[in-house]
């Protein structure tokens, strides 16, 4: 499996995409923090309760290095979920990024220590620690169901989820299919068209 994700996370993640048939794509709603980004490991899922940000507390110190955060802002766009803090915690502690159906703040000190932030937007507005919240349960984002330990992989282009049992095969595909697209651009450095290379008729 680590064999999987590490040929995985040096893939572009429209690759992966399709090697899954177009399937695992998280809402595009959410966008990274700051580009170039790059992200990838396996899941801990944090569920907060709208405005309190103490699950993802917990979460961090929870969370093994290498994974991702994935947060769940319980819908709430009035506050930030989180911030520089956290983040660098976060990176001292060897986790690989959040990924926050929510908003955030602290952009420019995030972007600077150049820890991965995907998120719905920013928000001035900071939440307060009272509640531990959910970790490690499943999260639906949107309308995709992400399961802890599951896969996610980021870039400028977006997310997408990768369910553990499906890593494998999912690597196979998408190793095919980006060896697939370098013999395109090969073909079109020497001078052939896309309308050739696909066999296009009219």
């Not at 309190?52 to 994974?67: F, K, Y």
């Not at 999260?139 to 802890?148: E, F, M, N, S, T």
Request: glycine share 10%.
């Amino acid at each position: 499996m680590q064999d999987a994700f590490q040929q995985l996370k040096q893939l572009p993640v429209a690759v992966i995409v399709g090697a899954m048939d177009n399937q695992g794509i998280l809402s595009n709603a959410i966008r990274p923090l700051y580009r170039p980004i790059r992200l990838a490991g396996p899941v801990v899922t944090v569920e907060m309760l709208p405005g309190d940000n103490a699950a993802i507390d917990w979460g961090i110190v929870e969370a093994p290095p290498g994974a991702v955060l994935l947060i769940s802002c319980g819908g709430d766009s009035r506050h930030a979920c989180t911030g520089d803090i956290h983040a660098t915690l976060a990176k001292k502690r060897g986790l690989a990024g959040f990924v926050v159906d929510g908003y955030v703040r602290d952009s420019g000190p995030i972007a600077a220590m150049g820890f991965p932030v995907f998120a719905r937007g920013l928000q001035l507005r900071g939440p307060v620690k009272k509640q531990p919240g959910r970790i490690n349960q499943p999260l639906a984002i949107a309308d995709l169901v992400v399961r802890p330990g599951d896969y996610l992989f980021g870039d400028d282009d977006g997310l997408v989820a990768v369910p553990q049992t499906r890593l494998a095969a999912v690597c196979q595909a998408a190793v095919a299919r980006e060896a697939k697209e370098d013999r395109i651009l090969a073909e079109i450095a020497a001078g052939r068209s896309t309308v050739e290379i696909n066999g296009l008729a009219r």
